[in-house]
Nanobody, 115 residues
Framework: QVQLVESGGGLVQAGGSLRLSCAASGSIFRLNTMGWYRQAPGKQRELVAVVTSGGSTNYADSVKGRFSISRDNAGNTVYLQMNSLKPEDTAVYFC?????????WGKGTQVTVSS
């Protein structure tokens, strides 16, 4: 059983920063991809950033230069450092894990950026 638990969301003013964390537990294969997606009200869920177990990263164009994804040495915790936040970054942020042929989602954490 794989579980993903997110933390670090909250309310911040535009221009501020937040750091999200996601801890994965259970049977985690060494080769995997972890990442963050977000969903704003009335919009589809979209990719924010992903990082492979080898350290390769990919970002949505809208967050490049402002957000940074990383993972710890054990590889089971992923972080999203969000700087220069904008009101349009307001959304529920979901942690995502893909390994082998399976995919898992966290329950999400709310990020609200006030103008």
């Amino acid at each position: 059983q794989v579980q993903l638990v997110e933390s670090g969301g909250g309310l911040v003013q535009a221009g501020g920063s937040l750091r999200l964390s996601c801890a994965a537990s259970g049977s985690i294969f060494r080769l995997n991809t972890m990442g963050w997606y977000r969903q704003a009200p009335g919009k589809q869920r979209e990719l924010v950033a992903v990082v492979t177990s080898g350290g390769s990263t990919n970002y949505a164009d809208s967050v490049k230069g402002r957000f940074s994804i990383s993972r710890d040495n054990a590889g089971n915790t992923v972080y999203l450092q969000m700087n220069s936040l904008k009101p349009e970054d307001t959304a529920v942020y979901f942690c995502h894990l893909v390994m082998m042929t399976s995919a898992y989602w966290g329950k999400g954490t709310q990020v609200t950026v006030s103008s």
